[in-house]
């Protein structure tokens, strides 16, 4: 019987070049960080929040946006960060009771009701 080809090598180096192209460790100190791969080291770094730290990351940068929707929330996350998403800023946004009072305000602005004016033609006879 031949012996069989260990097939799991090949997998596990493709998988650890591709790691290799897609991030970068970044020293901080005595902390290492998780960052996107730059092409020039001049870039700032993009970081990757683990999980445990994304709830404080979103809270943050929601009050740095004045309580700001999802939009707001994601332009500015998206300047240093790689990993938070979509869903989880909705979910942050839906049990921040700030944001739901300023969702739930009445909406008046822009309407404007003029009455109309109409001459009633009996009333200038009778003058």
Request: aromatic share 6%; hydrophobic share 30%.
């Amino acid at each position: 019987m031949p012996p069989k080809k260990n097939l799991a090598a090949p997998l596990a180096d493709t998988k650890r070049d591709d790691m290799f192209f897609r991030y970068e460790i970044m020293q901080c100190g005595d902390v290492e960080k998780l960052i996107k791969r730059r092409q020039d080291p001049d870039e700032s770094p993009v970081y990757y929040v683990s999980i445990e730290d994304t709830f404080e990351l979103i809270k943050r940068v929601h009050l740095a946006t004045g309580h700001g929707g999802r939009d707001r929330m994601t332009k500015e996350i998206n300047k240093k960060y790689a990993n938070i998403t979509r869903e989880a800023l909705e979910l942050f946004k839906s049990i921040c009771e700030e944001s739901q009072k300023k969702r739930k305000r009445p909406r008046t602005k822009g309407v404007v009701v003029r009455p109309i004016l109409i001459q009633n033609s009996r009333a200038s006879r009778h003058e």
